[in-house]
Each structure stands twice: as C-alpha cells, then as structure tokens.
DNA sequence: TGCAGTGTACTATGATTCCTAGTACAGTTA
DNA sequence: TAACTGTACTAGGAATCATAGTACACTGCA
C-alpha cells in the first residue's frame, strides 16, 4: 500500500502525506474510514511512530483527516478544497519538468502520448494491493 | 543568468549543474566557450567558491565541460549524449506529475496548452540578462 | 474499575547533507 | 615574478530528518 524510499531526497513523512492523500482524493480510503493508528503503521513499515505522527499532523492540518484522542485517525468526510493551492504548485512543476524535456529534445508528439497513456491508465481503473 | 533558490530543497551546487546545462544544451553557451572562474562566480553569487567547484566537478565528470589547471572551465566541444538517461529520468519524473496532475483534476486540455505556451517560449527564444 | 489501545507531546541523540571557511599546492599566462 | 586559474584537503556550523524513550490524556471494552 505504501511504498517508502528510505534513499529518497524527499523525507519520509513527506511521501506518506503524499501517498496518503492521492488515497484519499481517489476515494480508495473513504469518508470517516479509521486510518491504522500510529504505532500499528509506524510497525507496518518498520519506521518511527513520530514520524508517522508527523505525516498525520500534517495531513490533519491540511484538512485530509481527523484525529480523536484515544480513538484513531480518520478520514475528512468533505475533501478539503486546499486542491487549488496543491494545482498551483503541480503546474509549475510540470512547467519546470516539461520545458527540460522540451530542451532535452522530447517532441510534443511524445509528450501527448505519454498523457494519453497515463490517462487510460487512471481511467481503466487504479489497481492497489488491497483486500477485496 | 543564475537563479538561486538558496531556500529550495535542491542544493545550490545540483541547481548551479541544472542551469549550467540548460545553457550549454540550447547552446547559449558555446563549445570551448570559458566560463567564469570558480572564484568570480563565487563572488558573483555571493557563495563559496567549493560550491562552485562542487557544480563544476560534477559537470566535468558528465562530460558538459573540461577544465584545465591554471586556464579554465570550457564547455565541451561534444555535448554529451548522456541525454539519453537524462530523457528517461526526466520521463520517469514527469509520468508521476502528470498522474498527480489529472488526479487532481487538471484536464488533458489544460496539459495541451500548458506545453504549447512553453514551447512558444522556448521557440520564441531564450532571452537572457547577458550581454549583447 | 482496570486495562489495552488510541493520539499527543516532549527531550535527546545520531546521522546525513549542504555550505562555508581557511589553507595549500600546482599549473598557466602576461 | 605576479596574478590568475583549477584542485584538494580539513574543520566546522547549520539544518533537517529519523529514531529512541518517556509520559500523559482519552476511549472502549471486559
């Protein structure tokens, strides 16, 4: 469900906000679905329970998900809207990233492509190594 | 010529190598063409000139440029065609903002006409704050 | 009521990376 | 020779990240 590199310049905490919220604005994890707690996740993947609490923190800040003392952590029942903020910040890194394949010599042709393949992909339907 | 995030993620020296090659692949930097010392740079952009020669050392190593002990930098006659690893990396990356990108609901158009404005300004022409 | 699980908070520490500072040496060129 | 060039090295500060450990408050259930 999650894959971390541990080698990756981008902190841990930072990839499970990530992966976490694609999960959660492609609805695999639904509205009020109870998240695993600190300490079963940070077991899961064999890291620290801060550093899990640190992804939760944050998400919680952004509105992903709510957490209740003694309870757990669950998911926003309404999608915080901060996605234009998040769109915002995709575009201009998809500006950066398209002007280098532009420079690198990358046609058009192949970069409309490469758009249509990842649009089937999503629209033929996310596969996750989930239980049924 | 150089823009600087000293605030980003990504060390001065990796964006110092990013820009320079961006010049030398579009050619605004020319073959054999010295660039500035490792020491005048530093002043120039108000770092240390290890950070210099750090970005140096690694452009060297890639084949972007030569360096001779007691003359210069030059940029090498021969652009390197590691671009071929450089063009699948910079797919790789761009396949994962793309996904992120029509999650959130960018639209295949709106990626249409996000690459067609840059390649109107790559096509236009690069200007930059250099000489005549 | 007691216990196990939950989130939360805090300090301390190690590890890594980046950048800077300073010094030194070798080569080139005028 | 003097002033420039690249190169190499050590040392240290600063920031970030992850871990370790502890503690407390709350919830749910037997």
Same mark, same amino acid.
């Given at each position: 469900m999650f894959e971390l590199? /541990? #080698?990756? #310049?981008?902190p841990i905490y930072e990839q499970l906000v990530e992966r976490l919220k694609e999960l959660i604005i492609t609805e /695999?994890?639904?509205?009020?679905e109870q998240l695993p707690s600190v300490r079963t996740l940070a077991h899961q993947l064999t890291i620290n329970p801060n550093t899990i609490q640190k992804a939760y923190r944050e998400l919680e800040s952004q509105g992903y998900i709510y957490s209740i003392k003694g309870k757990g952590s669950f998911v926003s029942a309404a999608t915080p809207n901060l996605n234009s903020e998040k769109i915002e910040k995709v575009k201009n890194e998809l500006s950066k990233l398209l002007s280098e394949a532009l420079y690198l010599g990358i046609t058009k042709n192949e970069l409309y492509k490469l758009i249509q393949e990842i649009e089937a992909a999503i629209g033929g339907g996310i596969e996750d190594d989930q239980n049924p």
């Open positions: 590199d /541990v #080698r990756s #310049r981008k /695999v994890l639904t509205a009020d």
